[in-house]
């Protein structure tokens, strides 16, 4: 290219951009932005090699590979399951103060210091995984969980779910209330405070410390999520009642907790991709969670001599009550509990209008072979 046309463009160029300048720097932002690259890092409350909660369809390392793909590798982020980088429940901290820029977990763990955080894991008898997704996505639930986190500079969203959760193993069958005083029971969040009111010794033992414990007759019954985690880690091998209710967590949120100045960082464009990917991981898991625990129960009925059955209805009425009663305690005793609580209740019974005459007025038909 001569002189003279290079000088001819460069006036052009100077010219158009006195006359539309905002017009043309607009593009030059988002081009800076483009081609700017982010390396996060994503720590984890479960431990490596975990089915769901570190690795499979819908799980962590998948939302870390699908938002490096999305963004043509703009964003990309380095899971570290528990202990790789920080130890299993230390992610809350890890992230508020900027340490690492993720975490993924379950809100209930922070409930020692954020006690509204548990409306956003599981609430006893609340909903199933449609309406707390409706809550959250549609009902003012993403924006109540950002406005707890915001004074600890964080933004959470959900990334999985593993749908209806089991009331748990068993070493001895249940019959009446009174055979739940005295027991010793691994249990977290909202449901061992529930029992606990009924005499439950409750016990909180990370995953790997479950069987053991459960086999040795350390304690006497154990929960942890459904079929498929639940035969992977032999639970089946040291106790045989299965109880099916999932009373205590209807459903079970998978949190993602992102660092607010790392977020604000982001480009629109990047935040949308994380969103995006979230949610996916939300839906995919579910699907996948669903699917592998139809054949575990199935085997474990069928093939490892196990009695699944749901609770019987009076200690069901017993648990109803008490979960009533412990949830008003916690909203009284916490404005930012109270105002949640309030939100969510009044969803919930929205929400269960609906699938009255939706979801339930379906299941009721049965499998079409009546």
């Not at 992102?258 to 949610?279: F, M, T, Y």
């Not at 009925?301 to 305690?329: K, Q, W």
């Amino acid at each position: 290219m001569s002189l003279n046309r290079r000088n001819f463009l460069a006036k052009s160029a100077i010219a158009a951009g006195t006359g539309a300048g905002l017009i043309l720097g607009a593009p030059a932002v988002v081009r800076a932005d483009s081609n700017r690259t982010f390396n996060w890092r994503m720590t984890n409350a479960y431990a490596p090699g975990s089915p769901f909660y570190v690795q499979g369809p819908g799980s962590p390392t998948d939302f870390c590979q699908r938002v490096a793909s999305m963004s043509g590798g703009r964003l990309r982020i380095q899971h570290f399951a528990a202990g790789e980088l920080i130890p299993a429940l230390e992610g809350f901290d890890a992230v508020s103060s900027g340490l690492v820029e993720m975490n993924a977990a379950n809100a209930f763990f922070w409930s020692g210091r954020v006690p509204a955080a548990q409306y956003f894991t599981a609430v006893p008898f609340g909903m199933n995984t449609q309406g707390m997704n409706a809550w959250i996505y549609n009902g003012g639930g993403l924006a109540l969980w950002e406005e707890l986190y915001e004074p600890f500079g964080l933004v959470p969203m959900p990334i999985g779910n593993t749908g209806t959760q089991m009331t748990g193993w068993f070493r001895q069958p249940l019959e009446s209330v009174d055979d739940l005083n005295g027991l010793q029971m691994r249990i977290p969040g909202l449901a061992g405070r529930v029992y606990s009111e009924l005499g439950v010794s409750v016990r909180l033992l990370p995953g790997g410390e479950i069987f053991p414990a459960l086999e040795r007759g350390v304690i006497d019954a154990a929960e942890f999520v459904g079929p498929y985690q639940d035969r992977r880690m032999g639970l089946h091998n040291a106790a045989k009642n299965y109880y099916t209710t999932g009373w205590h967590e209807p459903t079970n949120v998978t949190e993602l907790i992102i660092n607010k100045g790392a977020w604000d960082s982001l480009p629109e464009d990047l935040q949308a991709i994380v969103r995006n990917a979230a949610q996916a991981c939300n839906n995919e898991s579910l699907a996948w969670s669903d699917a592998v625990n139809a054949d575990a129960l199935e085997d474990l009925v069928t093939n490892e001599g196990v009695i699944a059955r749901p609770l019987p209805p009076e200690i069901i009425a017993r648990l109803y009550e008490v979960t009533n009663d412990t949830l008003a305690s916690m909203a009284a005793a916490d404005p930012a509990t109270q105002r949640i609580h309030e939100h969510f209740m009044a969803f919930r019974s929205k929400y269960a209008s609906w699938a009255a005459v939706g979801e339930r007025g379906f299941m009721n038909l049965g499998d079409g072979r009546a």
